[in-house]
C-alpha cells in the first residue's frame, strides 16, 4: 500500500524534497557522497521532545544523538528515542551500537516496520534547533548558514516496540546534486 505524499508547510527545492522523502537509508546515501563516520554526542536517559512523547508514549526514554559526518565535513545530526522497555527489549542492540550507524539495526531485519517519512522544517528557537546547536560540531554551529534548515522523522516498530529517528540535513547535503539511488 503507498502512503500519500508528505506535506510540506514551506516550499523547498526538488533536490531538498528528494532528500526529504527518499526511503531505505540515510546513511547509505550518505556514502555516495563520501566516508561516512558516526560521532555520538550523547546517549542515555533524557526527556522527550513533544513529538516524541506522543510517538513513544512517555516522556523520558533512551536517546541517542549523533552527527555523521562526511569525509570530516558534518552532514546530519540525528536523535533517535525509544522507551526504556524497548532498550531492554526489541531495541537493545540500540544501546550498543557505539559508533556504529543505527542504519545497521533498521535496515538489515525484514520484521522493522517503518511509518511514512515526515519532512520537518526546523524552527528558530525550538526543541529541535536547541538540540541541533547543542550537537552540531562547533565551528560549524556558529554558521546560521551551515546548521540544517529541514529534517525528516518517521517511527520504526520492531516487535511491537517503537523507535522515533529524526535527522536534521545539513544545506550542503540536500544541495547536492548526486542522483540518489534506492
Known amino acids: 500500500m503507498n502512503s500519500p505524499p508528505p506535506t510540506f508547510r514551506r516550499p523547498c527545492s526538488p533536490l531538498t524534497s528528494a532528500w526529504l522523502t527518499a526511503s531505505g537509508s ?7 557522497l563520501g566516508d ?3 560521532l555520538v554526542i550523547r546517549q542515555g536517559t533524557q526527556g522527550l521532545w513533544p513529538q516524541e512523547q506522543e510517538a513513544l508514549q512517555g516522556v523520558s526514554g533512551h536517546v541517542r544523538e549523533v552527527v555523521l559526518l562526511v569525509d570530516g565535513v558534518p552532514a546530519v545530526w540525528a536523535r533517535s528515542a525509544t522507551p526504556h522497555s524497548a532498550v531492554r527489549g526489541g531495541w537493545k542492540a540500540m ?5 556504529r550507524p543505527l542504519a545497521e539495526i533498521l ?3 525484514r520484521h522493522i516496520v517503518r511509518t511514512p517519512l515526515r519532512p520537518i522544517s526546523i524552527v528558530r528557537h525550538g526543541p529541535v534547533d536547541h538540540g541541533l546547536r547543542n550537537g552540531w560540531p ?3 554551529a556558529t554558521d546560521a548558514k551551515r546548521l540544517p534548515k529541514w529534517g525528516r522523522s518517521s517511527v520504526f516498530i520492531r516487535k511491537g516496540q517503537p523507535l522515533r529517528v529524526f535527522e536534521a ?4 547535503v540536500l544541495d547536492s546534486n548526486r542522483p540518489i539511488r534506492e
Do not use: C, H, K
Open 26 to 32: 540515510l546513511t547509505a546515501r550518505l556514502r555516495q
Open 36 to 38: 561516512v563516520q558516526v
Open 95 to 99: 544501546a550498543n551500537l557505539g559508533s
Open 107 to 109: 535496515f538489515d531485519d
Open 138 to 140: 562547533p565551528n560549524d
Open 169 to 172: 540535513i545539513a544545506p550542503w
